[in-house]
């Protein structure tokens, strides 16, 4: 079983979509590094052989930011504009739609619960 990043990827699923199984890679940056690695999209992630599994770790390492670091950078850039008080970062605090929807009805995902 690979494990890459902190992740264990699912052995029975196409490396291309275990690759999605790390926080910031999605399909198309899967696709990307494994044309870099020159691996095959179809081949399953148990069939890896440990020289394909270091290139796929290495790339990961070197070219991209994922998992716990860029967990870390969304939630400082959040904090960032929490604290400048800009208008994202007040509908931040006070738990509301930051992207300009309505809150007169719905809504309810980010307010919560009617009281």
């Given at each position: 079983?690979?494990?890459?990043?902190?992740?264990?990827?699912?052995?029975?699923?196409?490396?291309?979509?275990?690759?999605?199984?790390?926080?910031?890679?999605?399909?198309?940056?899967?696709e990307k590094i494994l044309e870099k690695a020159g691996i095959d999209?179809?081949?399953?992630?148990?069939?890896?052989?440990?020289?394909?599994?270091?290139?796929?770790?290495?790339?990961?390492?070197?070219?991209?930011?994922?998992?716990?670091?860029?967990?870390?950078?969304?939630?400082?850039?959040?904090?960032?504009?929490?604290?400048?008080?800009?208008?994202?970062?007040?509908?931040?605090?006070?738990?509301?739609?930051?992207?300009?929807?309505?809150?007169?009805?719905?809504?309810?995902?980010?307010k919560g619960r009617k009281r």
């Amino acid at each position: 079983m690979a494990h890459i990043s902190g992740v264990e990827l699912p052995k029975e699923k196409r490396i291309v979509i275990g690759l999605t199984y790390i926080y910031g890679i999605g399909k198309s940056r899967a696709e990307k590094i494994l044309e870099k690695a020159g691996i095959d999209e179809n081949i399953k992630v148990k069939d890896l052989n440990t020289d394909q599994e270091k290139k796929l770790r290495a790339i990961i390492l070197e070219e991209y930011v994922v998992e716990g670091d860029l967990r870390t950078q969304k939630a400082m850039d959040i904090k960032r504009l929490m604290e400048i008080n800009c208008y994202r970062g007040i509908r931040h605090k006070t738990n509301l739609p930051v992207r300009g929807q309505r809150t007169h009805t719905n809504a309810r995902t980010r307010k919560g619960r009617k009281r």
